[in-house]
Every structure is written in C-alpha cells, then in structure tokens.
C-alpha cells in the first residue's frame, strides 16, 4: 500500500507543527493537501512544503478524490461539520481535541462514524501517546501497582500565556481552562481509572488575569471527582506557572507511579554558589513534540489495519461530560453529580 494521502484542515501553529511532523517524522502518509479561511496562509504553506492542492473551502477539499483521510486542526466550533462531511465522504480522521462543543454534537459525530463505517477515527488526546503515560498505562495494565484507587494531574500554563488568552477568551475563540486544558486531564482521568465519573467539585478563581471572571473563567482552579468504581480525581489547571507543567500521579494500593513531577526540558541539571537549577519547558508544543508524532504514527497504522487505537470517537463525549459537571460545579459552588447530565 502506498503513502496514506492526508489533507489537513487548520493552519495555525498546530496545524503547521502537525502538518510538518507529517512530513518529516512519519512514514507512510505525506499531506496532499492542505485548507484554511485564509487564503494567504493557504499560499504561503502550500509553497513552503510544496503541497500540491491548497483550499480555502473545506468542502471543496473533500472532493479531492486522492485523498484517503483529512487531519481536522481548525476550531472547535467547526469540528462538528467536518467531521461528518469527512465521514460522509468516506475518508478517515484525525480531529483534535475537544470533538465538539456539546456532548449532542458528540453524538452526532459518532452516529456519522458508525453509518458511514469509518475505519480510522482518532482524536488528539496526545497525551496517552506520550511515551512516559503509554508505559504508564502498561505498568497499571500489567498490575505492578496493584488496583488502582486515585490519579492526580496538573496542567499549567505559564504566565506568558496571559495576553493571548484573555485577548481570544474576549473574542468568543477560547473556552474556560477546564475545556480548553482539563479536557485532557479528564480523558487521562477516565483512561487510568477505567470508569465513568460519579460526582465532582470545583473551585478556583481569577487571582492575577482578573478579567477572567467576566468569561465565568479562571487563572487557576482545581477539581476533585469520585468515580463510580469508587476511584478519586484530581485535576488542577493554571495559567500563571513559570513554565509549560503538566505532571501526573497513579496512586495504585501496591505502589505510585509518576510523570513528569518536575518539567525538566533537559537531563540537565545546574548547581551555582547559591542554589540549583534545572531548565523546564518553555511551551507545550516542546512538552508534547513526541506525543504529537506517536499520535499520528498510531492513527496512520490503524489505517494500514496494524494497530488498534487507544483514543476513539467516543472518548470526545465522556470527557466532555466531565468538563461540563467541573464547569457547573465551579460556578454553582457545589457538588454535582452524573444524573443531573446530558447523557
């Protein structure tokens, strides 16, 4: 079988990035064609990796009949159609996180998936890509810490972020943190403890970006969830850190394992007349670079019939129902539980 030809939709910087780990990390698949609102970004990508078709209409990239399968990096907000005309035409996907922006159009998407017998629907929870969770999940899998009873993740942005948040959180383009970061601390949240969520808290606040709060938004925040198995979350989300921090915890009733507890950039390590130091991640697209590209690798071999995929179109609802209940929570200041949810 030959290259695997993608068309990608989304040419902002993580559409660039996907785009050029297509390109030079992954075998097996090439982009033929790529699509954006603007058609000065389109001319300018389409010439720098030469790409043969470039497009400003999704729909008129669908009619591209060498295409086998489209990479959809573009706003939430225009995932839902997309992602049926993309399953409509036969093609398989990629969609990157969150799937939609309700769990209805969630639904929807995969009542599209399953009419249409799309062989290949991955989304962008890189994170179980990663290499340290997948070997993480392996190690809870193969029982080495025993059942597992809490999983604790923290997601943090650094402060640098601040300006380009509030300025797109005012402009309607950025969810509240716990859709827009917590979405994956959810999935991985569902992928340990291997069960549905029961009931959750949330608080936080606007403490340094106080514009925030006008979005029914936050600079920092945390969420504490029980499971139905009787399993505990904890999911802490900032956007003040130092760095791009994202670290998690398994606590298993045999043993722990944990990612990432300090994000260090390097296996350096510096000591000076007066203290220690360590470089850590500047941003999340140096934290996730690998993650990025194992999640494409993987999608591109369930495509070839090699793999089976850890992410599927399902996983997009259950998460989001999280990010629903700790939103809700956040703002009733309350405890909230399942049945009071979208199904």
Known sequence: MGDIRIGLAGLGALGEMHLNNVLEEVSGATIIAVCDIRADR??????KYNIPYGYTDYDKMLENKELDAVMIITNVGAHHDQCIKA????LNIFCEKPLAKTITECHE????IEENHVKAFSLGFMRRSDPSY??????VRAGEIGDVIMFKSVSLDPSTVLPGHI?????????PFFYLMGNHDADLALWFLNSDIESVYAAGGAYVEKEFAKYNDYDNAMALARFQNGTVAMIQVGRTHNSSHVSAEIIGTKGTIRINNIPNATRLECFYENG?????????????KNAYICEIK???ACINGKKKLEVTVYDGAKSLRI?????????????????EMEA
């Open 42 to 47: 389109v001319k300018e990508i389409k010439e």
């Open 87 to 90: 399953a409509e035409a036969g």
């Open 109 to 112: 998407i995969e009542k599209a």
């Open 134 to 139: 997948a070997e993480a999940k392996r190690r």
């Open 167 to 175: 300025a797109n959180v005012r402009k309607g383009l950025y969810a």
């Open 276 to 288: 220690y130091s360590q470089p850590v991640e500047p941003t999340f697209l140096a934290r996730w």
């Open 298 to 300: 993987d999608w591109i």
């Open 323 to 339: 990010c629903d209940m700790i939103q809700k929570a956040y703002l009733e200041k309350r405890v909230v539980t399942i049945g």
